[in-house]
């Protein structure tokens, strides 16, 4: 009698198909906008899913399709194939343009994450006005991050994760180059001032954070 009680209670906690695992987190996809992470997945799943296993066979399943699933950050989403974006480009066209000041200023920071305003005035050369961090910060292409351990604890900023989704990038080690940018209407032919070296052609060299975790705080 026991042992059908266990049965019964092990059954009522019995995982779904795989197959059925991916048509869920596919649905969760598909209706949502913003990336979703594997540990919000498993919370909307039934209980004793895997969501990592099932998204493995998902994407790919997507390979080479219209549409790919996509990793952003920590999560997932469904976003048009690279190689077709060229089919939206009547949609995506932004009306709005981000003045040199907020390119130059976004550059830095994409670049040089975490830094800080004096940080970005030393490298640009000249004062960041408010307004260009507020419209960039507005955007949801920059966001605080942790204050540095040293006078005055100045605030540090940091790109997004809208950032890099608008991008197409898992995470920042992934920015593109110059000549990115620019195909990309975010640059001029002329470099910002002070990241020459840093914007490189070709591979960018990442930077160390070695022996840096005391300059920050939580």
């Known amino acids: 009698m026991a042992d059908e009680i266990e049965e019964k209670e092990e059954s009522l906690f019995e995982a779904p198909p795989m197959a059925e695992q991916e048509r869920m987190i596919e649905?969760?996809?598909?209706?949502?906008?913003?990336?979703?992470?594997?540990?919000e997945l498993e919370a909307r799943m039934p209980h004793?899913?895997?969501?990592?296993?099932?998204?493995?066979?998902?994407?790919?399943?997507?390979?080479?399709?219209?549409?790919?699933?996509?990793?952003?950050?920590?999560?997932?989403?469904m976003r048009t194939a690279a190689d077709l974006g060229f089919l939206m480009q009547k949609e995506t066209v932004e009306v709005r343009k981000l003045s040199r000041a907020a390119i130059e200023t976004l550059a830095i920071i994409a670049?040089?994450?975490?830094?800080?305003?004096?940080?970005?005035?030393?490298?640009?050369?000249?004062?960041v006005s408010r307004g260009t961090v507020d419209q960039l910060l507005e955007m949801e292409w920059i966001r605080f991050g942790r204050?540095?351990?040293?006078?005055?604890?100045?605030?540090?900023?940091?790109?997004?994760?809208?950032?890099?989704?608008?991008?197409?990038?898992?995470?920042?080690?992934?920015?593109p180059g110059l000549k990115e940018l620019r195909s990309a209407g975010l640059l001029e032919n002329r470099p910002p001032p002070g990241l020459g070296p840093q914007l490189g052609d070709g591979d960018i060299e990442e930077e160390t954070t070695e022996g840096?975790?005391?300059?920050?705080?939580d």
């Open 111 to 127: 670049y040089h994450q975490p830094v800080t305003r004096a940080e970005i005035e030393e490298i640009r050369g000249v004062s």
């Open 27 to 39: 649905a969760v996809l598909f209706a949502t906008s913003e990336p979703v992470t594997i540990k």
């Open 212 to 217: 840096q975790s005391e300059l920050f705080e």
């Open 48 to 77: 004793g899913c895997d969501a990592a296993e099932a998204m493995v066979y998902l994407r790919k399943r997507y390979e080479g399709r219209g549409v790919d699933i996509s990793k952003v950050g920590d999560g997932y989403a």
């Open 147 to 175: 204050r540095k351990m040293t006078p005055g604890r100045p605030v540090t900023f940091v790109v997004t994760q809208t950032f890099l989704d608008h991008f197409g990038l898992e995470n920042a080690r992934d920015l």
